[in-house]
């Protein structure tokens, strides 16, 4: 009887604490203030003469030639010689790390400029090509995966990769090859591309889960590593597109 008395109170109680609730309190009045900022103060001459120094040295590093392209880089979908360039460079990198890695792909979204005229490519062209600190991941994929995968980039009309081929039909990606070879939906392939979307990000959730490793390279110096190899061997840079992401007719 005790603990039935204890409950009927206990829920008398429950009633009279919602019952009587403080109302919400809501914004009834906002008052704005503004500030003007005087920006005629001049320069601070004491600080531009510190940061000068630093400016001479990063200008001329960022001037550096790194390789002369004989034809524009640009960006575009479903294929692009900027693209093309970022995914060669990526998987070379990658391919250092571990030598199994078959695939590189790259998200359309980090190429941060349209166009690149044919000539000098200096260090500071490829900072703006690739502002971000993103470094390199490899990640395994079944074969499986690898449909999924590619059935996201063909959704999103094509992203740049190296070392695999497939049309688009139907938003969907067709004949996909990788090393010229069709994908075997359970065998494991190993892929190079950027940390952040191997962690999930730009809705590659699917990849969360994968088996991977995160490796130290920034994907801007592997582009920079890549682009001084081929100038050391005496060639100018030369891309081309290759039908690595095409439409099906």
């Not at 510190?50 to 001037?63: E, P």
């Not at 200096?122 to 971000?132: A, D, K, S």
Request: proline share 3%.
């Amino acid at each position: 009887m005790q603990r039935k008395l204890l409950t009927f109170f206990g829920f008398i109680e429950l009633i009279l604490l919602f019952g009587c609730a403080q109302p919400k309190l809501a914004i009834t009045k906002h008052t704005e203030q503004f500030y003007t900022v005087n920006g005629n103060q001049g320069k601070d001459s004491l600080m531009q003469a510190f940061l000068s120094s630093y400016k001479k040295g990063v200008d001329t590093i960022m001037q550096e030639i790194l390789v002369y392209s004989d034809v524009p880089l640009t960006k575009a979908q479903p294929e692009c010689t900027m693209g093309n360039l970022i995914a060669d460079a990526q998987l070379v990198s990658a391919k250092k790390v571990d030598s199994s890695v078959t695939v590189s792909v790259v998200n359309y979204g980090g190429v941060r400029i349209n166009f690149l005229a044919a000539g000098a490519i200096t260090r500071g062209l490829v900072y703006e090509i690739m502002p971000f600190e993103n470094k390199i991941a490899i990640v395994s994929l079944s074969g499986l995966q690898i449909q999924t995968m590619c059935d996201q980039i063909a959704l999103r009309k094509g992203w740049p990769i190296a070392g695999m081929s497939f049309q688009i039909k139907d938003k969907k990606a067709v004949h996909i090859l990788i090393n010229g070879q069709p994908i075997n939906d359970s065998y494991m392939y190993k892929i190079a591309i950027n940390d952040y979307v191997a962690r999930g990000g730009d809705n590659f959730e699917f990849m969360q889960k994968s088996s991977k490793r995160f490796t130290d390279m920034l994907i801007r110096d592997a582009i920079i590593e890549y682009l001084v190899d081929i100038n050391q061997q005496h060639k100018v840079y030369h891309p081309e597109l290759e039908n690595r992401i095409s439409y099906a007719e």
